[in-house]
């Protein structure tokens, strides 16, 4: 039975996250907060466990400030952890359980943490980064175990949280392969989590599909838009975000009323998660965001779920969500690019020329600025990169998120690609995602990825059924692009390369290009 939609419910505009987990468990004590499989959490018993955590961290001697590494794969304990690092006043830090150990040990390296929390066999490898460890499942020598975290004695949580000080810290590649730290205030996050749970009327009545992985943005929704208004978090078993069918049943099974994720992960489950089949009545919202999602898509999903909400929610991890677009079903329209939006509540906005200078009007591109609460601080230990991406500007903070943009006639942005996706074929500026949008409007293409190899593109496409050729692609796109943005080379490929944040794996298409 398709669930009522929530009313909007009076609640505290809250600046702490370590204020969102106590709060829920005041309020909805008894209602379910978290579901993995077959542990079901209340927020009261949510909020007993993070509180023994945050006890664990201070018999530790970890401190208000201190880096607390979290190394595992998503699970309920993993969450209770992050809910205890932040009542302990310490910083989390979601390490990737999938990365190569090299890229680990650098975040790892680069944060130093106080505190390493993981299952056993990782913090094995992982024990000259720390000397404190917790393990999450069975005993390490030299670690807390759970039981002991458990059973140990719980102390007096008093350490005086500011919205200003620092809650998380997320490690992001961006176009280098180089790790670095965005850090991001408790304010930061809470502005988010709060205006989202408001402007889409969350409420205990809702279930959230928690897909994200903790060391993605978007995860922050999970976790505490959910607190915020009591809905319950339902996790679903790994496995089935690598196959459609079972996802799209686990959705049904668990009643799940608001998905947010990757626009990868969606083209799954339209191309092969039987939706047609499946009674997903309980599903109101589905969020994207993260990437450029393919208008053919979308129109396929809308025709899929006639009921469904659906809404594209844009912003580089540095501001997270800063702008957004409610699809508009009557008048969507299937062949002009998804609009990024307008502004979130509190938010400001600002177009500039490659000089600096404000861009006026309509039908002019200028790079995309954003200031508001959401803005991160920075960048951790790194005051160069930092000065360059945050700047001022008449006394305002602003972050330049390196992405252009437009707006249209109505006053909503539409998006024109990444600086770093820009590049010189020839002497002309080619934005690679136009040549993508030329690809996708094949009918045989499901998802398509372009990069430049010195002055050369080279496209990868992964088709929807029968194949088409190599040529075949190049003369479709030569009906609709420029002879200079027509790709030299297009690769048919069963797949293309994703990280695990669902984002197609650029640097991975590079190799690829170059070495054939």
């Known amino acids: 039975m398709r669930l009522a939609s929530n009313p909007v419910i009076p609640m505290p505009s809250y600046r702490t996250l370590n204020t969102f987990l106590s709060e829920a468990a005041a309020r909805w004590p008894h209602h379910p907060a978290l579901i993995e499989g077959k542990t079901r959490l209340t927020w009261a018993a949510l909020e007993q466990i993070s509180t023994r955590v945050a006890s664990a961290l201070l018999r530790c001697g970890a401190r208000p400030g201190d880096r607390v590494g979290l190394c595992a794969p998503k699970s309920a304990r993993v969450i209770a952890s992050m809910h205890g690092v932040l009542r302990a006043g310490c910083v989390c830090v979601p390490v990737d359980p999938a990365s190569p150990v090299a890229r680990a040990q650098a975040v790892l390296e680069d944060c130093a943490p106080a505190v390493i929390i993981g299952p056993a066999e990782t913090l094995t490898n992982l024990d000259s980064f720390s000397p404190l460890r917790i393990s999450i499942n069975e005993s390490v020598d030299g670690a ?12 007096p949580l008093t350490a005086a949280v500011e919205p200003s000080d620092l809650a998380y810290l997320l ?9 670095k730290g965005v850090m991001l205030s408790h304010e930061n996050v809470s502005a988010f989590a709060t205006w989202a749970a408001v402007e889409f009327r969350l409420g205990p009545t809702d279930r959230l599909a928690s897909v994200a992985p903790l060391h993605f943005d978007l995860s922050t929704f999970d976790l505490y838009s959910s607190a915020w208004s009591g809905a319950t978090l339902c996790i679903p078993p790994a496995l089935h975000l690598s196959f459609p069918v079972r996802l799209t049943e686990w959705l049904a099974e668990q009643r799940i009323s608001i998905m947010y994720t990757v626009p990868s992960l969606l083209a799954m489950i339209a191309e092969r998660g039987n939706v047609g089949a499946k009674k997903l009545d309980d599903l109101r919202l589905l969020l994207f965001a993260g990437e450029v999602c393919p208008p053919r898509l979308l129109s396929g999903l809308l025709d899929l779920l006639p009921r469904v909400e659906f809404a594209n929610l844009y912003g580089p991890t540095e501001t997270n969500v800063c702008t957004f677009e409610r699809i508009d079903r009557e008048y969507w329209d299937s062949v002009s690019p998804i609009s990024i939006g307008v502004p979130c509540d ?8 490659d000089a600096g200078r404000p861009v006026d009007g309509t039908g002019t591109a200028g790079e995309l600025l954003v200031s508001g609460p959401t803005v991160a601080l920075g960048y ?10 945050f700047i001022q500007r008449a006394g305002t903070r602003w972050c330049r998120t390196g992405d252009y943009a437009e707006f249209d006639d109505t006053g909503r942005l539409v998006f024109h690609g990444r600086r770093d996706h820009m590049v010189k074929i020839r002497g002309h500026r080619v934005e690679l995602g136009d040549v993508e949008t030329a690809l996708l409007a094949h009918p045989g293409i499901a998802e398509a990825a372009v990069v430049a190899v010195d002055e050369v593109l080279v496209a990868f496409a992964r088709p929807s059924g029968a194949e088409p050729s190599s040529e075949e692609l190049r003369e479709h796109c030569a009906g609709r692009l420029p002879r200079y943005m027509v790709p030299a080379e297009v690769n048919v490929v069963q797949q293309i390369p994703h990280g695990s944040t669902g984002k197609i794996d650029r640097l991975a298409l590079q190799r690829m290009a170059k070495h054939g």
């Open 144 to 155: 807390m175990s759970w039981q002991e975290v458990m059973d140990g004695e719980v102390v």
């Open 171 to 179: 490690y992001t590649s961006g176009s280098t392969g180089q790790p």
């Open 346 to 353: 509190g938010t400001r906005v600002l177009l500039i020329d």
């Open 380 to 389: 951790w230990r790194d005051s160069v990169k930092s000065d360059a991406r």
